[in-house]
């Protein structure tokens, strides 16, 4: 029988920014360490993070890998891949852990053997409760990118890139070539 020890998010802001908790998320109250993922999805991870953050003015935006912890609900937060946010939220406690309580300009999973379901099941519909402006699902098998877009009247619209370029509707002047993206990941 596994016993499994519940945290108030109150405590896990706290801790949050501790080595031991760096890639551990909280769901409804109970600490989670992400898995271990593939090489090709830290290829992806890396090669995402690196283009967009040389297409960024770090004055404005911050490229976050791995590291920012975004709040869900009253008791969950979650390590995305890959996320953008506006700078000025994060420079107020630099030393801080990076948690974030609103929406993001961009969030992006990558599917993964160890967390695919969790991603689809788990992840994409907290972001898209958050209100995210864009949310991806980067599917490396497909050679694809899902996508959903956040409307003004806030429902998302649902969008599949296979090739070409992308650009984040919410990070003006930003694109992704994906030939080149997938390219990286091979």
Do not use: C
Not at 102 to 116: D, K, N, Q, R
Request: charged share 25%; aromatic share 6%.
């Amino acid at each position: 029988m596994v016993i499994q020890q519940r945290m108030d998010p109150a405590t896990y802001e706290r801790i949050a920014g501790d080595a031991a908790y760096k890639l551990t998320e909280l769901r409804d109250g109970i600490p989670t360490e992400k898995p271990v993922m593939s090489q090709r999805h830290g290829d992806l991870v890396v090669a995402i993070a690196a283009m967009l953050w040389s297409q960024t003015d770090a004055s404005r935006l911050r490229v976050r890998a791995n590291h920012a912890k975004l709040a869900i609900s009253a008791g969950s937060y979650d390590i995305p891949d890959v996320v953008v946010l506006p700078a000025p939220r994060l420079t107020a406690g630099m030393d801080g852990a990076d948690l974030d309580h609103e929406p993001a300009l961009l969030v992006v999973e990558i599917w993964s053997p160890s967390t695919g379901d969790d991603d689809q099941t788990t992840k994409i519909p907290g972001y898209l409760l958050r209100g995210d402006a864009e949310i991806w699902l980067v599917e490396p098998g497909q050679r694809a990118i899902r996508r959903w877009i956040r409307r003004d009247d806030g429902g998302y619209d649902e969008h599949v890139s296979r090739g070409g370029e992308i650009s984040p509707a919410a990070i003006p002047g930003v694109s992704l070539a994906l030939d080149a993206l997938f390219g990286a990941a091979e």
